[in-house]
């Protein structure tokens, strides 16, 4: 019965949180100023933001990724730092933070958790701009706070300098090149890579997507955890292509007539492991790997307008030197971690994938990826005390995995009773499956993820210095067979609350 009450009073708060978005969002449909953006550009050019993000904060239209990909230039004077039209009190940072009352739970083998309560996301500095003609920078700095995170712990340990980079543009005008036509840009630094739709700017808060992360042998992320986990294997290859990364980026962009569309490339040498030179229990030394990733679209940009299509591959080696916990890196021994050929800088990974966007009549984007995975058997059986697997066998062998996910996008242009646009609808799914365990002794359905998304946004406060958002996002998971006992885990996340940006 108190578990029951429990339950009654997590959902009558969110039923109460939820009422008033809608309360709010019909109050202020006739209010909501049609401009929104990262406030620092809105700032900087003085216009209404909803030029470069559809319809709000964080999600970037046609014209907005244009914007990005140009290194944050329109291509005038107002580009210039030391434009005079550019008041001194200009100054381009931006925060945000997400403010709000979240339930979360996992389940597995009849044991549970939970945790809800009023929080918020914690806190994310940014700053992107020019420092002169051509020459982009862009800085992302996440403070560690002793309170954040919904009641699920402390974030002080994710102090971080998330991202910091410098990109040269226009680079061919050295070559005998025309002049800003964008087609050779180097950027240098720690940055997002160009996957196939942006997690950073993603507007769900609380899910990542699964094929971004995905490790073969550990369960998937949760938002809570302490439940009991059963036995896994361990994998030497933590690369997440989602996660920003070290290294060298090659990109340019083209319209290309003929299509009424752009041609993009990417072209990235990175280090694993965030470039890590440690060679101790929490990291493997570095290693090198190579990232690249190539779209066409036809008739726009294909966010807003139009339809594109693209292909990425994420390849290379992934060190597997001995943690000291094992001895180090030197090979003595003829089983195991430091078995002849296992402990070594690195040993080889791909990572192959598609992916493609679809838009319909200015309100409705539908977009996905798919990618093919494998980790080279040395990846897992390099980590393994024994060179044994669970059976006690040495027969490891490639770890093989798809992943895959899928998002409806709606941003509806009139809405019956609301009045002005300011809704952003969204349903997401994503997908593991895998087709080979590193481990052959586990279930080939061994960490198998479907997760589902729902989100809605109503952006009640919209202008060139600050913009506010209700949010609402509910997420299922289920991660199968990684209980302690071998049955599945189910997770449930629910998430009510302000997003805000100044």
């Known amino acids: ?65 244009i914007f990005r990909d140009q290194g944050y230039q329109l291509g005038t004077d107002g580009d210039l730092p030391t434009y005079e039209g550019i008041t001194m009190g200009f100054w381009p940072v931006s925060f945000r933070t997400t403010v709000g009352y979240q339930v979360a739970n996992i389940r597995a083998d009849g044991q549970g958790l939970a945790s809800s309560g009023f929080g918020f996301t914690g806190l994310d500095i940014l700053s992107f701009g020019t420092l002169h003609r051509n020459i982009a920078f862009g800085v992302v700095y996440t403070p560690g706070l002793k309170e954040a995170g919904f009641g699920t712990g402390t974030s002080l340990d994710d102090n971080n300098l998330e991202s910091a980079f410098v990109r040269l543009m226009n680079l061919e005008r050295f070559l005998g090149g025309k002049n800003n036509t964008y087609w050779l840009n180097l950027k240098v630094g720690k940055f997002e890579l160009d996957v196939p739709f942006s997690e950073k700017r993603s507007p769900t808060l609380n899910t990542i997507f699964a094929m971004y992360h995905y490790t073969p042998g550990t369960p998937f992320a949760v938002t809570i955890s302490g439940l009991p986990i059963g036995p896994g294997y361990p994998n030497a290859n933590v690369l997440g292509i989602g996660d920003n990364q070290p290294g060298l980026e090659l990109t340019g962009i083209a319209k290309t007539d003929f299509t009424g569309g752009y041609l993009r490339y990417s072209l990235n040498m990175l280090t694993t492991n965030g470039g890590s030179f440690a060679n101790d229990a929490g990291g493997f030394g570095r290693s090198a790997y190579f990232f690249g990733h190539v779209t066409q679209s036809f008739g726009g940009y294909g966010i807003v307008t139009g339809q594109r299509v693209g292909a990425f591959v994420a390849a290379g080696t992934a060190p597997t030197l001995c943690p000291a916990s094992t001895g180090g890196g030197a090979v003595t021994s003829p089983i195991g971690c430091l078995a002849p050929g296992t402990a070594t800088q690195g040993e080889p990974f791909t990572r192959v994938g598609v992916d493609l966007s679809l838009t319909y009549d200015g309100q409705w984007n539908l977009f996905g990826a798919w990618m093919h995975a494998v980790d080279s058997s040395n990846l897992i059986r390099s980590q393994s005390p024994t060179g044994l697997n669970l059976a006690g066998l040495p027969n490891f062998q490639n770890a093989t995995w798809n992943g895959a996910f899928v998002e409806l996008d709606w941003f509806p242009t009139q809405l019956p009773f609301f009045g002005s646009p300011g809704w952003l609808f969204i349903y997401r799914y994503d997908l593991i499956r895998n087709v080979k365990q590193g481990d052959p002794t586990f279930a080939k359905t061994f960490n198998d993820v479907d997760s589902q998304t729902v989100m809605a946004r109503y952006y009640i406060h919209q202008s060139a210095r600050t913009d506010v958002a209700l949010h609402a996002e509910y997420n299922w998971y289920k991660d199968k067979g990684v209980g302690l006992n071998g049955g599945n885990w189910y997770g449930q996340t629910t998430l009510v609350g302000l997003d805000f940006a100044f």
Do not use: T
Request: charged share 15%; with cysteine.
């Open 1 to 65: 019965m108190k578990s029951l009450g429990r339950k009654l009073r997590h959902r009558g708060v969110i039923v109460a949180l939820l009422g008033l978005i809608a309360f709010i969002s019909y109050e202020w449909s006739g209010l909501v100023q049609k401009a929104n953006a990262i406030p620092a550009f809105g700032r900087k050019y003085n216009f209404a933001c909803n030029v470069c993000h559809v319809p709000g904060f964080p999600k970037l239209n046609d014209f907005g990724n």
